[in-house]
Nanobody, 119 residues
Framework: QVQLVESGGDLVQAGESLRLSCAAS???????????MAWFRQAPGKQRKLVAR???????YYSDSVKGRFAISTDSAKRTVFLEMNSLKPDDTGVYYC??????????WGRGTQVTVSS
């Protein structure tokens, strides 16, 4: 298990940028065991959806709605995962959750951070 704490959520105007951070209690994506980090978001009344995913080895995935605008990355120590969000749209509004998966420990979730994009 790994503990995750998100930060960086804010109320912003459409077109602005924002960076979310997820601090992990231990290094992640450093071995094949700790193999997946991801960001999900959940809008009010809607299902939680995958936004971006990063796997051990560096493979990244983005949902169609954010591709080209968002970027997932880690710091050099692999203790923090970031989500750079550019050209934000009102549809990007929601609670963003940090997620981790390891082969030995299963799934871990952060508590979420609210992002609100106004038009």
């Amino acid at each position: 298990q790994v503990q995750l704490v998100e930060s960086g959520g804010d109320l912003v105007q459409a077109g602005e940028s924002l960076r979310l951070s997820c601090a992990a209690s231990r290094p992640i994506l450093s071995t094949s065991n700790s193999n997946t980090m991801a960001w999900f978001r959940q809008a009010p009344g809607k299902q939680r959806k995958l936004v971006a995913r990063l796997t051990y080895g560096g493979a990244a995935y983005y949902s169609d709605s954010v591709k080209g605008r968002f970027a997932i990355s880690t710091d050099s120590a692999k203790r923090t995962v970031f989500l750079e969000m550019n050209s934000l749209k009102p549809d990007d509004t929601g609670v963003y959750y940090c997620y981790h998966h390891s082969r030995s420990g299963g799934d871990s979730w952060g508590r979420g951070t609210q992002v609100t994009v106004s038009s």
